[in-house]
């Protein structure tokens, strides 16, 4: 029995150039939900990015996967989330930093409810970010530009993207690049585990122990008198006749 359906989007359920799923389209997303199946998308784009695709209709995109799979909705409720390494994405970015000059990393962050879209570019350089802008070398550039911020910071990560200016076979190259020089670095060691935090809990004050009496030592019994000996007492001699 077929419980759930899920699709790609850009080529797939909105064929290129559209600008979202046709009424068609979404007509059969509503019949299949009435028949008792869920529907949901499957992008690398956050939750918040696909309501044009549906033309604002919440029910549509209320299941899915999102984030390239790092976080999933059942019925509008979020059932499993895996947020990046910041680690991770701090060392791509300074690779960039050091590297290039047209290229840099954009992460988004989607907040506790996973339905905001902070989103900021990790470079010190904001005219790396206009200058990727203005060549238009990548067809997915569309002139969108966010603030500008040196570190990734501790907030979870649940999507992220390298912008560029370079063509798409330049950026395979950068790729492998990245790739190999990920692989001869060593992986990062776990950090070790903090000492746990001493007890705020108060100590109970105990009494002093109070040693125990010792018993008095028993007076001396008297001794039993002594029994007096018996005397054996000759018989008198009998009288003469």
Same mark, same amino acid.
């Given at each position: 029995?077929?419980?759930?359906?899920?699709? !790609?989007? =850009?080529?797939?359920?909105?064929?290129?150039?559209?600008?979202?799923?046709?009424?068609? #389209?979404?007509?059969?997303?509503?019949?299949?939900?009435?028949?008792?199946?869920?529907? $949901?998308?499957?992008?690398?784009?956050?939750?918040? #990015?696909?309501?044009?695709?549906? /033309?604002?209709?919440?029910?549509?995109?209320?299941? $899915?996967?999102?984030?390239?799979?790092?976080?999933?909705?059942?019925?509008?409720?979020? +059932?499993?989330?895996?947020?990046?390494?910041? !680690? +991770?994405?701090?060392?791509?970015? =300074?690779?960039?930093?050091?590297?290039?000059?047209?290229?840099?990393?954009?992460?988004?962050?989607?907040?506790?409810?996973?339905?905001?879209? !902070?989103?900021?570019? +990790?470079?010190?350089?904001?005219?790396?970010?206009?200058?990727?802008?203005?060549?238009?070398?990548?067809?997915?550039?569309?002139?969108?530009?966010?603030?500008? /911020?040196? +570190?990734?910071? =501790?907030?979870?990560?649940?999507?992220?993207?390298?912008?560029? #200016?370079?063509? /798409?076979?330049?950026?395979?190259?950068?790729?492998? /690049?990245?790739?190999?020089?990920?692989?001869?670095?060593?992986?990062?060691?776990?950090?070790?585990?903090?000492?746990?935090?001493?007890?705020?809990?108060?100590?109970?004050?105990?009494?002093?122990?109070?040693?125990?009496?010792?018993?008095?030592? #028993?007076?001396?019994?008297?001794?039993?008198?002594?029994?007096?000996?018996?005397?054996?007492?000759?018989?008198?001699?009998?009288?003469?006749?």
């Amino acid at each position: 029995m077929i419980k759930l359906v899920l699709t !790609d989007m =850009d080529d797939t359920l909105i064929p290129a150039g559209h600008d979202g799923a046709s009424d068609y #389209a979404i007509e059969g997303i509503h019949a299949m939900q009435a028949a008792g199946l869920h529907f $949901g998308p499957v992008s690398g784009r956050q939750p918040s #990015a696909m309501g044009w695709m549906f /033309r604002n209709r919440s029910e549509c995109f209320s299941t $899915g996967a999102f984030c390239n799979g790092q976080v999933m909705f059942v019925d509008g409720e979020v +059932v499993a989330s895996r947020a990046i390494d910041n !680690d +991770v994405l701090m060392r791509l970015a =300074d690779y960039f930093e050091q590297e290039t000059d047209d290229t840099y990393l954009k992460v988004y962050r989607l907040g506790d409810d996973f339905w905001n879209n !902070d989103a900021y570019c +990790v470079t010190s350089d904001p005219e790396r970010v206009r200058r990727a802008m203005k060549s238009g070398g990548n067809a997915w550039l569309k002139g969108e530009e966010a603030p500008c /911020r040196p +570190v990734v910071d =501790d907030a979870p990560v649940y999507k992220a993207n390298i912008w560029s #200016a370079r063509s /798409r076979e330049e950026l395979a190259e950068l790729r492998e /690049r990245v790739a190999a020089d990920a692989a001869a670095r060593p992986a990062p060691q776990p950090a070790p585990a903090p000492a746990p935090a001493p007890s705020k809990r108060p100590v109970p004050m105990q009494e002093p122990a109070v040693p125990a009496a010792r018993p008095a030592a #028993a007076e001396p019994r008297p001794a039993a008198p002594a029994k007096p000996a018996a005397v054996s007492v000759p018989a008198p001699a009998p009288a003469a006749a």
